[in-house]
């Protein structure tokens, strides 16, 4: 199991006025501090100390706990920041006061971003692969991915029953571990996936940091097809690389982009500002998106707040049926009103109006 982790906290008080109405007003989240406890209660008015702006009086940080949702079921929020670019470039600026970061310049993102923007079109086809930090703390997140699985692709058949997915799994752990990385190639027999699923287990990590550069070179490893096919990943962490492996991260990172793969990082309970930073750069760099669990579903350890102002909170499985639909249609895809367990920012017609006017997107 991973120790006691120390948080590197750019947050000094995170204060939002409001709350959607399925929340609760009574315990709103002030501080995030060092292993993911959260700091007294607060209310009033105030910015991010990120130097981002916050969403206006509609908006939040509720409670996640007593609004209702259901337990036994994990829960997610989905953020793009190709979308929202200029305030993904404000939240960079502060970002990278953070060590052991992976570094692009602005002008590689800028690339990634009109990339990003003259990308998107209906695919055929469908490489969908995994990868996944298995060590033990991250038990929770891998016996619901072995529960989900099949279910998520029947969603996605009756979907697009003309597409028959491929699915690969990588694995990592950290060094000095029973292994570091591994890999099960892509099939298209469900069963037999799952049954690779099934035999895996969370075990080790000893420290907090995890192999991160090591489980990138891994998922990209795998055989991949060319052409009209969407090519996804969903990586599901909650520890960052080790600091001194910067570089190896991005290298890692440069690889997954040049095969056009499009990473869609999920930070799980227990991740940290640094975590965040790399799972957000590593969306926007290969034009995919940044998903974050969430205290919804009473599943798991305490979940960090994104440093974004405005999100709706959805089942999990919902989430990656969504992200999968808009690869193979070409479009964002916005979750059913039936889908919505919460609301932060209170969205109209998918924006949020900021403080000092801006807007934000969902989709």
Request: hydrophobic share 35%; with cysteine.
């Amino acid at each position: 199991m991973k120790q006691a982790r120390v948080g590197w906290v750019f947050v000094a008080a995170v204060v939002l006025a409001g709350c959607s109405s399925s929340a609760d007003t009574s315990n709103l989240s002030a501080d995030k501090v060092s292993g993911g406890d959260r700091g007294a209660a607060s209310s009033g008015g105030g910015d991010v100390a990120l130097g981002v702006p916050s969403a206006d009086s509609s908006g939040g940080v509720p409670s996640s706990q007593g609004n209702g949702a259901s337990a036994g079921q994990l829960t997610a929020g989905v953020w793009d920041d190709n979308l929202n670019y200029d305030f993904f470039q404000k939240y960079l600026n502060n970002a990278l006061q953070l060590p052991g970061l992976p570094i692009y310049s602005m002008t590689e993102r800028d690339i990634a971003h009109d990339l990003y923007l003259d990308a998107p079109r209906a695919q055929t086809e469908l490489d969908l692969a995994f990868l996944f930090d298995t060590t033990g703390s991250m038990g929770d997140e891998l016996s619901y991915l072995q529960n989900e699985i099949e279910g998520i692709v029947s969603s996605l058949h009756t979907t697009f029953p003309s597409v028959t997915p491929r699915l690969g799994l990588a694995l990592y752990r950290d060094h000095g571990d029973v292994y570091v990385t591994k890999g099960v190639d892509f099939t298209t027999d469900v069963g037999a996936f799952h049954q690779s699923l099934a035999a895996q287990s969370a075990d080790g990590g000893g420290d907090y940091e995890e192999a991160v550069p090591e489980g990138l070179q891994q998922v990209a490893a795998l055989n991949w097809r060319t052409g009209n096919v969407a090519r996804m990943i969903f990586w599901m962490a909650d520890a960052p690389a080790h600091e001194n492996d910067a570089q190896n991260v991005r290298l890692a990172l440069d690889a997954v982009s040049q095969k056009n793969l499009h990473l869609y990082p999920v930070a799980a309970s227990g991740a940290d500002d640094r975590l965040e930073y790399t799972m957000r750069s590593a969306a926007q760099i290969t034009g995919g998106r940044y998903l974050f669990l969430t205290n919804d579903s009473g599943i798991g350890n305490d979940h960090m707040e994104p440093h974004i102002p405005c999100y709706q909170v959805t089942l999990f499985s919902s989430a990656i049926v969504r992200m999968i639909s808009g690869e193979l249609s070409g479009t964002h895809v916005e979750p059913q009103s039936s889908e919505i367990i919460r609301t932060v920012g209170n969205p109209q017609d998918g924006t949020c109006i900021l403080s000092d006017d801006s807007q934000v997107s969902l989709y």
